[in-house]
C-alpha cells in the first residue's frame, strides 16, 4: 500500500502537464518520412509517408500519419512475382520526454495504432512438376487482406531555423491482427514492411511548423 | 550523442530481414496399414509404388518399403487426378493394385523467397481390389504437416 501510492502519483506527475503560462495549443506540424522514400528509390518496396501533428503545451502531441505502400518484386532465383499498393493510416499520440519541455529540440515517446487493407497479385511462372512433369503455376490477382499493429515510437526532433526541423524515430512494431485471405502467408504489407520478421522500423523526418 | 548513434545503428542493422521459408516444405500424403480390427499392421512383405507421369511413362515414387506400418508420397502440383500403382510382392506372390486419388489443388504461398508451393484437399479415391480391401481418407487436408495421417488402408491379408 506504502508502495503504491508512490506509484500512483507518479503516473499521476506523468500524465499532468507543467504549469506556466505557456498556453495549451502550440500549432500543427507536418512531416515527410525520408527513409521511405529512399526504400521506394533503391529496393523493389517502400512507402511515401507524411505526419500531421499537433503540439499541446510542447508536451503531448496526438499524430495521424499516412502513406502509400508500394511493392512491385520479381524474384530472380525463384521466380515469383508479387505487386501490391495500398494506403495506410496511423493514429498515436507522442510525449516529450525532456524536462525542459519548452526548448527546440524534443525528445519523443509515444504509440502508434496502425491499419492498412490491401490487394496483392502473386504469380509463379509455369514449370514442371519435379515427379509427374506436369505444366504448373498459378496467378492470383486483387487477393484482399488486411494488417493492424501496434508501434512504440522513440524519436528525436531538432530545430534546424525557422519552422524547419529534422528528426528522425526508431519504432518496435507488433501485430495484433490479420487477414491474408486464401493464399497462405503475404510479403510486403504497406506501411509494415516485410511480413513476419520486421520488428523494427525506423523514419528520418523532415518536420515543418505551421 | 554518439552513444545514441551507435544504438541507433545497431537497431537498424537487427532490423535487416532474413529469408523466411518454413525448414519442412514438402508437401505428402501419409498412408498407414491397418488390419481389421483396426489395429496398426507393419507390412512384411516389399512394397513398390509407381506412377504414372504426364509423358506416359513410370516413375518409382517410394522403392522397397518392408517392414514399415506407413509411408509418405508425394503428390502431384496441380493435375487433378494421381494414379498409384501400388505393388506388394515377396519370394512366392506379386500382386497390382492401382489407386486413383482425386483432389483440389490449393496454391500457397510463403514468400517470394520460398518456391512455389501447393496444398491440397483429398476429395476421393478408388482402387483395384487384388491386395487392398480398402483406402479410407482419414484427413483430407494436405499440407507442410508431415505427421497427419491422411489414409488408412486396410489390406486383405493382414499378417
Known amino acids: 500500500m506504502l508502495l503504491t501510492v508512490p506509484a500512483a502519483q507518479a503516473q499521476m506527475k506523468f500524465f499532468k502537464m507543467q504549469k506556466d503560462s505557456i498556453p495549451l495549443f502550440r500549432g500543427f506540424s507536418v512531416s515527410f518520412d525520408l527513409v521511405g522514400a529512399g526504400q521506394m528509390a533503391l529496393s523493389d518496396y517502400g512507402q511515401y509517408e507524411g505526419a500531421l501533428r499537433i503540439n499541446l503545451h510542447d508536451e503531448w502531441f496526438p499524430i495521424v500519419e499516412a502513406g502509400l505502400g508500394k511493392a512491385s518484386h520479381d524474384d530472380e532465383v525463384t521466380g515469383m512475382c508479387y505487386s501490391t499498393s495500398a494506403l495506410y493510416f496511423k493514429i498515436g499520440v507522442d510525449k516529450n520526454l525532456l524536462k525542459f519541455k519548452h526548448g527546440p529540440n524534443r525528445l519523443y515517446g509515444g504509440l502508434r495504432y496502425a491499419f492498412t487493407s490491401y490487394k496483392v497479385d502473386i504469380s509463379c511462372p509455369e514449370f514442371p512438376d519435379p515427379v509427374w512433369q506436369w505444366p504448373t503455376g498459378y496467378g492470383m490477382n486483387d487477393v484482399a487482406c488486411n494488417y493492424h499493429w501496434l508501434e512504440a515510437v522513440i524519436g528525436v526532433d531538432a530545430k534546424v531555423f525557422g519552422p524547419l526541423h529534422l528528426g528522425w524515430s526508431v519504432r518496435y512494431k507488433r501485430r495484433i491482427a490479420h487477414s491474408d485471405g486464401e493464399i497462405g502467408k503475404t510479403w510486403y504489407v504497406p506501411g509494415f514492411g516485410i511480413y513476419g520478421d520486421t520488428r523494427l522500423g525506423g523514419t528520418f523526418n523532415v518536420i515543418i511548423d505551421i | ?159
Not at chain 2, 82 to 101: A, E, G, H, Q, R
Not at chain 2, 131 to 137: A, E, L
Open chain 2, 1 to 159: 550523442m554518439r552513444k545514441l548513434t551507435f544504438c541507433f545503428c545497431s537497431i537498424l542493422l537487427a532490423a535487416c530481414s532474413s529469408i523466411d521459408c518454413p525448414v519442412n516444405n514438402t508437401v505428402t500424403t501419409r498412408y498407414c496399414f491397418y488390419n481389421t480390427d483396426g489395429d496398426s499392421l507393419v507390412l512384411m512383405d516389399t512394397l513398390t509404388i509407381s506412377t504414372v507421369r504426364q509423358d506416359g511413362t513410370d516413375s518409382i515414387i517410394l522403392n522397397r518399403n518392408v517392414g514399415k506400418a506407413s509411408f509418405s508420397l508425394p503428390v502431384s502440383y496441380s493435375h487433378p487426378e494421381d494414379i498409384l500403382v501400388f505393388n506388394v510382392y515377396n519370394k512366392t506372390m506379386s500382386v497390382f493394385d492401382t489407386v486413383w486419388v482425386k483432389k483440389d489443388d490449393i496454391p500457397h504461398f510463403e514468400s517470394v523467397d520460398c518456391n512455389a508451393s501447393f496444398f491440397h484437399r483429398l476429395t476421393d479415391v478408388r482402387h483395384t481390389k487384388h491386395f487392398i480391401d480398402s483406402i479410407v481418407i482419414k484427413n483430407p487436408s494436405v499440407d507442410y504437416d508431415k505427421n497427419t495421417t491422411h489414409f488408412y488402408i486396410y489390406p486383405k491379408v493382414s499378417d
